[in-house]
Each structure stands twice: as C-alpha cells, then as structure tokens.
C-alpha cells in the first residue's frame, strides 16, 4: 500500500531557529513530491520535486529529494513566526491513474 | 482571479440529512479533485474530475457524489449525512492535458462539516 510518512509530527522552535522536517514515502511509479504550507485554511503550495528537478529554493525555504532513501527534507532557515503552520508533504504516482498520497503534516509552531 | 472558492464556509447537518458543497475555480484548470482533511489521517481524495461532464472515484468515496456539469464547478454531494462525515472538505485544481494533470494542485479555503 502507497503511503507518505512526516516527521516529526510537531515541532516548537524559537525565532532565527533552523528547521528541518522530513518525508519518506513508499509509493509504486513515483512521478514527483509536493511540499505544501497550510496555515489556517487552504495547503499553498511550495516547492515540486522530481526525477529532473530534486533540489529547490526559495528564500529561507530549501528543500531536497534523496531518490535512493524514498525521502526528501524541507529546511526553513532563520524561522519567523510567520512560518507557524502545518507542512504537507505529497506524492504523487502514476499507478494507471494520476494518485496524490498525502502525509499527516508537521505541524511546526515558531515562538518570537 | 478568484482562484478556487468553496461554498459553504461551514455548515451543520443532522444525520440523515443531505447538502451539496460547491466549488469553483477562474484558472481553467482541467482537473478538479475533492478532498476530506481529519485529524491524524492527512489529506484523503474523495472523488476527482478530469474535465467537463467526467468523474472518478478516489480512495474514500463511499457516501459521496460528484458532479461537473460545467468545467469551472466540480459539485460534491451527501445524500444522507452520517456522523462519520464530520470533516473539513477541501477543493482543489489542476492543469492537465494529454499526459495527465500538472502536479501543482490550487486549494479552496475549505468546508467544515459537522454532522450531528
């Protein structure tokens, strides 16, 4: 059975902190990961990474894909309080159908 | 642009009654998928659309129906509402073509349901 493992599930950290969440996943006919932010309502989307494209960045947002482990991180440098929010990580396989596996999320709270 | 909106916001039902949840989007986006978002489970698709007037089952769709009957609207329904379905139900869309959808998925601000 496909399936999107996060950890940890919750992490508190202090402003200026760095932190690093993970996602590791067993799915058959891997296309690409998803990163998504979702604070009080809709999941954002962040980052997509794939076969052709496994490393991204964006501001004090990276994030990297291990093709060998089944696993990418999401690194957020010099945390804000503003980066309090519940990360998604998907997955997405072509198994006949396009599918999206979802993670549990890393809820992730920044203390000023 | 809107993007993707959801009506309603938030809404009680007693058990056995039955509601329809709209989503719409202004992106042109082929496909359209609903999801339900519980605590510890993650996100589980429910139902999806790969355009106008074609619908397909997703990993949780027992209880539920869908229609797109216009290429902007994917209409999810509850035909007797069991407190089982107490959740919050997101929308989403995505480009697709020929090879598939394109992996970027754009939410609505979500449903919460509670079932009495």
């Known amino acids: 059975e496909d399936k999107v493992v996060q950890s940890p599930l919750s992490l508190v950290v202090h402003e200026g902190d760095t932190v690093t969440l993970n996602c590791s996943y067993e799915?058959?006919?891997?296309?690409?990961l998803l990163w998504y932010k979702q604070e009080k309502k809709a999941p954002t989307f962040l980052f997509m990474l794939?076969?052709?494209?496994i490393e991204k960045k964006s501001g004090r947002l990276s994030s990297i894909l291990d093709k060998k482990e089944l696993s990418s991180i999401l690194n957020i440098t010099a945390t804000q309080t503003g980066d309090s929010a519940i990360y998604l990580c998907?997955?997405?396989?072509?198994?006949?159908?396009?599918?999206?596996?979802f993670g549990t999320g890393t809820r992730l709270k920044v203390l000023a | 642009n809107a993007g993707v909106t959801q009506t309603p916001k938030f809404r009680v039902l007693k058990t056995g009654q039955s509601m329809t949840l709209l989503c719409a989007q202004d992106?042109?986006?082929?496909?359209m998928y609903w999801y339900r978002q519980d605590p510890g489970m993650g996100l589980r698709l429910i139902h999806y659309?790969?355009?106008?007037?074609?619908?397909a089952k997703g990993e949780v769709p027992d209880g539920y129906n869908v229609s797109r009957l216009k290429k902007q609207n994917f209409l999810l329904g509850l035909e007797s509402a069991a407190p089982s379905q107490t959740s919050v139900y997101f929308c989403?869309?995505?480009?697709?073509?020929?090879?598939?959808?394109?992996?970027?998925?754009?939410f609505g601000p979500g449903t919460r349901l509670l079932v009495l």
């Open positions: 998907a997955v997405v396989s072509t198994s006949g159908t396009y599918k999206y596996i």
């Open positions: 794939t076969s052709s494209g």
């Open positions: 989403a869309s995505s480009y697709g073509g020929l090879a598939g959808p394109q992996e970027t998925q754009y």
């Open positions: 799915v058959t006919n891997f296309r690409s």
């Open positions: 659309s790969v355009g106008e007037g074609t619908t």
């Open positions: 992106m042109n986006h082929e496909y």
